[in-house]
C-alpha cells in the first residue's frame, strides 16, 4: 500500500510563489506516473499538471501552463510542484496521485486513473 504525503502549502500574495512537495512510501514508485490536482471550495476536482515514470512526459493543464512546472526524484520517491506567479484563482487544496495506468508511461488527466491519494495541502492565494 503506497502513502502519499503531501507538504509545502500555505499563504502566498498574488505573484508570489510556493513549492508543493509529495512523499511517497511504503511501495515503489517504479511505473508509476504521478499527478497534481486540486479543489477548491464548491468546485470539483481538477487535474493541474502529471509527469511520467521516466520523466520525459510532462503535462500542465492549460490554467498553469508556464507557471507550474512538475518534477520527480525517482531515487527520493518525491515529486515536487513549483508554482510561480500565483493567482488568486489558484487556491485551493492540492492533491498528489499515483497511477500504474499505463506502466507509467504518461500521466492521466482524469482522477479516477489514480491509484493512490495524498491528503491533500492547501494553498491560498490571498492579498
Known amino acids: 500500500q503506497m502513502q502519499l504525503t503531501e507538504s509545502g502549502g500555505g499563504l502566498v500574495q498574488p505573484g508570489g510563489s510556493l513549492r508543493l512537495s509529495c512523499a511517497a512510501s511504503?511501495?515503489?514508485?517504479?511505473?508509476?506516473?504521478m499527478g497534481w490536482f486540486r479543489q477548491a471550495p464548491g468546485r470539483e476536482r481538477e487535474f493541474v499538471a502529471g509527469i511520467s515514470w521516466s520523466q520525459t512526459r510532462t503535462v500542465e493543464a492549460d490554467s498553469v501552463r508556464g507557471r507550474f512546472t512538475i518534477s520527480r526524484d525517482n531515487v527520493k520517491h518525491t515529486v515536487d510542484l513549483q508554482m510561480d506567479n500565483l493567482k488568486s484563482e489558484d487556491t485551493a487544496v492540492y492533491y498528489c496521485a499515483a497511477t500504474d495506468w499505463g506502466w507509467g508511461t504518461r500521466a492521466p488527466k482524469v482522477g479516477s486513473q489514480y491509484r493512490y491519494w495524498g491528503q491533500g495541502t492547501q494553498v491560498t492565494v490571498s492579498s
Open positions: 511504503g511501495h515503489t514508485l517504479t511505473n508509476y506516473a
